[in-house]
């Protein structure tokens, strides 16, 4: 686990050296996408909610080259419950809302192979990296829906990779003179398969009371995930 910890860190911190010298050149895109996640496999079997979420990435195309490097990073939530509970045994007369929440958040090294110019841009990516899963309860106010306290209960992290294919639908254009760029707007529709390894994790419903006391009932396997993207992308 610390190994894995230490490579991203060491990945992040190489990407963050590189990023000034990379960002004068014409070759970047951001892209932002909300998410739809369909847990595979035994996870599948063990999760039936879809999940729902973003996934941001960053990606440098190589000059001369179709192939495309960088970091895309996401979360979604594949389950949540909501109660009212009073604030506590003493103060009765004031409730607050307590949502439980169980949640995907990934990071993966992305290499991505695309055309670099048409109206309609097909591509294939690669991806290698983590999926942290995790469980979190939040108490908020009733009529504010202001945050009072919050907790993760219950999380494991492992390694994961897949593929996906995609295309670009291009819709806009400018050109930016203060940074003497022109600046491409996209459609951005997308499916991918990610392979998760084998983790614990809670889905809806794990998590039962006893006398204040929490008892969990974790679910181990593999956390294989089918997700479906829709956003839009800058490139510069």
Known sequence: MKGLYKAWVLIVFSVILLIPGLLQAQNWEFGVDFILGSPQGDFGRTVDDLGYGLDLYGAYQLRNSPVALGLDIGFLTYGTTRRTEPFSPNIPEVNVRVSTSNNIAFGHL?????????????????????N????ESR????????????STNFDDITLSGGFGAGSKFHIYRTFDEDSNRLINLFLDLRARYIL??????????????????????????????????????FQF
């Open 110 to 130: 992305l290499t991505r192979i695309q055309p670099s110019d048409g109206v309609i841009r097909p591509y294939l990516d690669g991806l290698f990296g983590f």
């Open 132 to 135: 942290y899963l995790f469980t």
């Open 139 to 150: 108490i908020r106010d009733e009529r504010s829906q202001d945050e009072i306290a919050s």
């Open 196 to 233: 998760g390894g084998e983790a614990e994790y809670l889905r809806e419903g794990s998590i039962q009371r006893d006398n204040g006391n929490l008892i969990f009932d974790v679910e181990r396997s593999r956390t294989d995930l089918l997700t479906f993207h829709i956003g839009i992308v």
